[in-house]
């Protein structure tokens, strides 16, 4: 059975016996508090439960390394929805040890695509429309060094209200542990 057949039918089920039930919340954050944090596997429990926070507490934002790239992304844009719109009143970014980010090297990212299909072509044609790889897939050097820059970004956006504190974390993805890197009150 492929992956998403197991996913419908498992869900088939999850619904038929309400399992749902037990997870029906509002959609305001409980906490008033939104946090960006890293898709790394080893996050998706242990997170949420290092940080005391349950499903209907928080919002979370979730992409590689944690990172706001781009002032003006989808990352930033989530964060404001999460303000303005879902009443959170802090911002959390949390960062991890042994990210995937870093040490990131665009080359062999770009080898690995070159292997799984993507032409020397297409690659061409991106970078002559302005693509620039070094920027795009950017990995990182220091992970408190990166939460700090998402901070600064987030912290210091035209659209982020000055009373909204941004605070930034590192997590030890093997124990839980917490690290305060910037407090933003």
Do not use: W
């Amino acid at each position: 059975m492929k992956l998403l057949d197991e996913i419908l039918a498992y869900n088939e089920k999850f619904v038929e016996n309400k399992e749902y039930e037990k997870y029906q919340k509002g959609k305001l954050p409980n906490k008033k508090l939104v946090i960006l944090s890293c898709m790394d596997t080893r996050l998706v429990e242990l997170l949420p439960k290092s940080m005391n926070v349950g499903n209907g507490d928080v919002k979370i934002v979730k992409n590689a390394g944690a990172l706001v790239s781009h002032p003006f992304g989808s990352i930033m844009r989530s964060i404001l929805v999460a303000v303005y719109e879902l009443q959170a009143q802090e911002v959390c970014v949390v960062g991890h040890h042994d990210c995937g980010m870093a040490g990131l090297q665009v080359e062999k990212v770009l080898e690995k695509a070159r292997g799984r299909g993507i032409t020397q072509e297409n690659l061409d044609t991106l970078q002559y429309s302005g693509v620039n790889f070094e920027e795009f897939l950017q990995g990182i050097d220091s992970v408190e060094d990166s939460v700090k820059h998402s901070v600064a970004t987030i912290r210091n956006h035209p659209l982020l209200p000055q009373d909204v504190p941004v605070h930034g974390l590192v997590i030890n993805p093997d124990t839980g542990k917490l690290d305060l890197v910037e407090k933003g009150y």
